[in-house]
T-cell receptor, first 115, second 108 residues
Framework: DAGVIQSPRHEVTEMGQEVTLRCKPISGHNSLFWYRQTMMRGLELLIYFNNNVPIDDSGMPEDRFSAKMPNASFSTLKIQPSEPRDSAVYFC?????????????FGEGSRLTVL | QKEVEQNSGPLSVPEGAIASLNCTYSDRGSQSFFWYRQYSGKSPELIMSIYSNGDKEDGRFTAQLNKASQYVSLLIRDSQPSDSATYLCAVNIERVTFGIGTKLQVIP
């Protein structure tokens, strides 16, 4: 079975440019999570969706970040305008909606470098 | 106080020894606890979940949970060089929150 698929795997961009990260969750999973990982702060939850509806976006750092999930098989995380401090690895994860929603399946991540 | 605390390490153990990884959490209402393994440059992978006090064993891995003391630990018996990775503790506190991770180095 295919796992969580993320694209692009690597993105290098200049400050001020728009960045769009994409995610396809595992089929049948109805919870989707976006995490950001840095050496200093570790894995931070940015936002999560349940049945395509955003449930908790309290981790989204500021208005420059936005996320959408137009259907059960696709989500995007957009940063506009990007800044050097946004450089990190962004992970998408999915899970079945059960009480044990800590059982997450991660994609391979998108490594973002903002110059 | 961070919600999930781990020592970032590195923790170095010789091959064949027991590696002990520890994690404390702040919310007494937490009910679900998880250990993820992350190899360098890779994504986190779930290796253990535990929901009730006591021990849970899976092969060479044992997760231990003590809700009264608010800690959860992971023991790796007969450590192998292939176990060298960062181990992330995760707690479901309204949403899944991860610790910073402990880097484990198993020395051949």
């Amino acid at each position: 079975d295919a796992g969580v698929i993320q694209s692009p795997r690597h993105e290098v961009t200049e400050m001020g440019q728009e960045v769009t990260l994409r995610c396809k969750p595992i089929s049948g999973h109805n919870s989707l999570f976006w995490y950001r990982q840095t050496m200093m702060r570790g894995l931070e939850l940015l936002i999560y969706f349940n049945n395509n509806v955003p449930i908790d976006d309290s981790g989204m750092p500021e208005d420059r970040f936005s996320a959408k999930m137009p259907n059960a098989s696709f989500s995007t995380l957009k940063i506009q305008p990007s800044e050097p401090r946004d450089s990190a690895v962004y992970f998408c994860a999915s899970s079945r909606r059960t009480a044990n929603t800590g059982e997450l399946f991660f994609g391979e991540g998108s490594r973002l470098t903002v110059l | 106080q961070k919600e999930v605390e781990q020592n970032s390490g590195p923790l170095s153990v010789p091959e064949g020894a027991i590696a002990s990884l520890n994690c404390t959490y702040s919310d007494r209402g937490s009910q679900s606890f998880f250990w993820y393994r992350q190899y360098s440059g890779k994504s986190p992978e779930l290796i253990m979940s535990i929901y009730s006090n006591g021990d849970k064993e899976d092969g060479r891995f044992t997760a231990q949970l003590n809700k009264a003391s608010q800690y959860v630990s992971l023991l790796i018996r007969d450590s192998q060089p292939s176990d060298s990775a960062t181990y992330l503790c995760a707690v479901n506190i309204e949403r899944v929150t991860f610790g910073i991770g402990t880097k484990l180095q198993v020395i051949p």
